[in-house]
């Protein structure tokens, strides 16, 4: 993958409205880098998937505009944009063989017909279906459908590949081989891909950086344990992952430390996210796994401590979720929750039990709600 300064896409000022009045995509600034693996996301509605579709041709900008490798694409069709698509239905046509399907491109595209056959061959041996060219897609399973539709997107050497939610429809299992097929082929490839989806996981585990979408604006782009461990802000904390949220005031400032004052009562010191001021009302994001229980970890000191009961225990092979309860007055039936492991707890914690949860400073963001 090159660097930022080498992007082969630049979305300049980009903005999207379906009626002149609601912005779906509102001045969006991006440049996405030449041979990384980019992923969008965000819940419905954000906007993610308008600017994959206004990058496809399938829709236009209201203003700005998008270049690819120094072309501006306004106003160039879809066909020749040197884009390749995954849907997330696959869109093969049903009538055709896998061969016909994966060769379609290159048709249209008026390829010698001495090499459309040797393309074929090798898209399709890419995504391990070398044997599979003269059956039809309804003959096979929902895997190999997704796969013939990458080799069709992949078959004639695109400068960049669109993946629209492409692994939605398969089952846990398959969806999860899946990402780690795409990762491969991506890595072997070097090809720029563009990856859209809603499904935090999936970003995680295969993206060289993820762009997080909210109400058509970007809050955050940056490689995936950044994002998780440095959320730019609330928005991005509670999308990224599971964390847990408490809400409070700013009492003072220490460096990269504040003093917060708990609206629950009491208060704990975070890390600082940005430029915080005195007063301010904030969020503090702390991650499941970094909260811990006092009472099971005794020769630890946590500078932080908050008292709380027992809510539920959610068994979940090599870790227990705690469901607890830090309002003190049985209201906070949600829970903030803490993971600990299977073998850490002896005996039993029944609901109602008292039980103190600590954590580190460093260990918990103090966010803007902005």
């Known amino acids: 993958m090159s660097t930022a300064s080498d992007p082969i896409v630049r979305f300049e000022k980009i903005q999207k409205t379906y009626d002149g009045e609601h912005y779906?995509?509102?001045s969006l600034d991006l440049?996405?880098?030449r041979g990384e693996f980019l992923t969008l996301l965000g819940p419905s509605g954000s906007g993610k998937s308008t600017c994959l579709m206004m990058l496809a041709g399938f829709e236009s900008p209201t203003r700005g505009k998008i270049v690819l490798d120094g072309t501006e694409l306004n106003n160039i069709p879809p066909y020749k944009r040197d884009i390749g698509v995954v849907f997330q239905n696959y869109a093969l046509f049903p009538h055709m063989t896998v061969a016909e399907n994966v060769a379609f491109p290159l048709m249209i595209r008026k390829t010698p017909a001495s090499e459309v056959q040797d393309r074929v061959k090798r898209a399709l041996d890419m995504v391990q279906l070398g044997g599979f060219g003269d059956r039809k897609p309804a003959q096979?399973?929902?895997?190999?459908?997704?796969?013939?539709?990458?080799?069709?997107?992949?078959?004639f050497d695109p400068k960049l590949v669109l993946l629209d939610e492409p692994l939605g429809a398969l089952d846990k299992k398959l969806r999860e081989s899946m990402?780690?097929?795409l990762k491969h082929i991506h890595e072997s490839l070097g090809v720029t891909m563009v990856f859209v989806t809603h499904d935090q996981d999936e970003a995680l585990t295969m993206s060289d950086r993820i762009a997080v979408f909210n109400d058509g604006i970007?809050?955050?782009?940056?490689?995936?344990?950044?994002?998780?461990?440095?959320?730019?802000?609330?928005?991005?904390a509670n999308f990224i992952g599971e964390t847990n949220m408490l809400d409070g005031r700013v009492m003072s400032l220490n460096g990269d430390h504040c003093q917060v004052a708990l609206d629950r009562g009491g208060s704990i010191i975070a890390?600082?996210?940005g430029e915080l001021q005195v007063n301010e009302p904030i969020k503090v994001s702390i991650r499941p796994e970094?909260?811990?229980?006092?009472?099971?970890?005794?020769d630890v000191q946590f500078a932080n401590q908050l008292s709380s009961k027992v809510v539920e225990t959610i068994y979940h092979g090599d870790h227990l979720r705690l469901s607890l309860d830090?309002?003190?007055?049985?209201?906070?039936?949600?829970g903030f929750m803490v993971k600990i492991p299977t073998n850490s707890l002896h005996g039993s914690l029944n609901g109602g039990q008292p039980i103190t949860v600590g954590f580190h400073p460093d260990d918990c963001r103090a966010l803007s709600v902005q």
Request: charged content about 25%.
């Open 290 to 298: 970094q909260a811990h229980c006092v009472d099971l970890e005794a």
């Open 140 to 155: 096979l399973s929902g895997g190999q459908q997704q796969r013939v539709a990458c080799a069709r997107a992949l078959v």
């Open 31 to 33: 440049d996405i880098e």
């Open 24 to 26: 779906v995509v509102k």
């Open 271 to 273: 890390r600082q996210h």
């Open 179 to 181: 990402q780690i097929e």
């Open 326 to 334: 830090i309002t003190g007055n049985g209201e906070d039936r949600a």
């Open 218 to 236: 970007i809050q955050q782009i940056s490689d995936p344990q950044t994002l998780y461990d440095e959320p730019s802000n609330a928005f991005v």
